[in-house]
């Protein structure tokens, strides 16, 4: 497996968009995906619809927006770490994920069972 690690984060970043966007019919605009050690982060930008945006200004609002996108969240989670695995050839041992409504943005962690970093070419 060992290739570049710049190639493997873009390669997980286009895979987690194309995921979304077959799944919700939209993606993030921007995602951004970065090695380190064992954890593989993405961070998401621009993942509110325009109706999240308009419910997110309000609390009861806002936290209905992350309720939802937690449910998704938990629904496909076995797809998102899929994903990881199939691109890393690694185990994931656990995820994480949270949304901020403020900012508008999403981030993914994923715990692997190899020292990524150690594996891949700069």
Do not use: W
């Not at 992350?66 to 449910?71: F, G, I, P, S």
């Amino acid at each position: 497996m060992p290739c570049s690690k710049k190639k493997l984060e873009a390669e997980i970043s286009s895979a987690f968009i194309k995921f979304q966007r077959e799944l919700l019919g939209r993606g993030p605009q921007e995602a951004k995906t970065y090695i380190v050690q064992d954890m593989v982060i993405t961070r998401f930008k621009g993942v509110l619809t325009t109706e999240e945006k308009h419910l997110v200004t309000h609390d009861t609002g806002r936290r209905l927006v992350k309720k939802m996108r937690q449910v998704l969240r938990e629904m496909y989670s076995n797809e998102f770490e899929k994903i990881v695995e199939n691109l890393t050839e690694c185990k994931v041992l656990s995820s994480h994920s949270d949304i901020s409504t403020k900012m508008g943005e999403r981030i993914e962690v994923f715990i692997v069972d190899k020292d990524l970093e150690k594996i891949l070419v700069e």
